[in-house]
């Protein structure tokens, strides 16, 4: 049985706190993801991991954020070799020197967009092989998102008190998310009203599956029917024919 163990870590930062805490899971999780996909790939074993991710990883916050993966089977044997690429070829540089069309580059630009968004740094180690990665800077065309502002309307659904994140989603597109941690009293005033739809304008980034924005004017909380063009809540979902 061998094991990897990917360990997170960030000068002068206390993962106790909830939102930091949750900030580091999702950056490991994609730094695992990345990793355990990277060496399934010439061994196709697409399948073998999904099973190493879903059923043999188990993770750690406290003191710092690590995972403990069993890794067998023919990705075991190729983990090495991945290893070795993410070490030489996660930061910046290296990164914009392989080409878009090379199977293992989205692995890569994945582990690259985790680390350096927040400068974090990463312990990999597994059977002889251990080493550290970190001070990544962020690669030109690793990270798929894309600016955007204009108006939002939104259907909350989902509230954080603690990061006071608002998730939600709107007519045009599947998930959005409004970040006001900047704003507590406006996330206190809204949470307290559970309002069924907002609009205002914000600003920050979208790629295919979220729009990730702060609000640049004070959400408005508004008629569903009236924002979202004649949209009846209750019945959201089903269909109607002939005026049935």
């Known amino acids: 049985m061998t094991i990897l163990t990917i360990t997170l870590t960030q000068a002068a930062t206390q993962f106790g706190n909830p939102t930091v805490a949750r900030q580091a899971i999702t950056a490991i999780d994609d730094v695992l ?27 750690a916050i406290k003191p710092t954020p690590k995972t403990t993966s069993i890794v067998d089977g023919p990705i075991a044997n190729a983990l090495p070799n991945a290893l070795a690429l993410i070490a030489t070829s996660c930061s910046a540089t290296a990164l914009e020197a392989i080409a878009s069309n090379v199977p293992a580059r989205k692995h890569l630009a994945r582990i690259n967009r985790a680390l350096a968004f927040r400068d974090y740094s990463c312990s990999f180690s597994f059977e002889e092989q251990k080493f550290t990665i970190g001070n990544l800077g962020l690669a030109a065309h690793a990270n798929a998102d894309e600016p955007w502002a204009g108006e939002v309307i939104m ?90």
């Not at 996909?37 to 059923?55: D, F, M, T, V």
Request: net charge positive; with cysteine.
């Open 33 to 59: 993801t990345a990793t355990i996909s990277l060496a399934a790939q010439p061994a196709r074993q697409k399948r073998g991991a999904k099973l190493i991710l879903e059923a043999k990883s188990t993770l």
């Open 155 to 244: 259907e909350p659904d989902c509230w954080h008190a603690g990061s006071r994140l608002v998730l939600g989603a709107g007519p045009d597109r599947k998930n959005t998310m409004l970040d006001l941690a900047h704003t507590p009293e406006i996330y206190s005033f809204l949470a307290s009203q559970q309002p069924k739809a907002i609009r205002f304008q914000g600003r920050g980034f979208r790629n295919k599956r979220i729009l990730r924005v702060i609000a640049e004017t004070k959400p408005e909380i508004v008629t569903p029917s009236t924002a979202l063009g004649e949209i009846d809540f209750q019945t959201k979902g089903t269909s109607h024919k002939n005026g049935e």
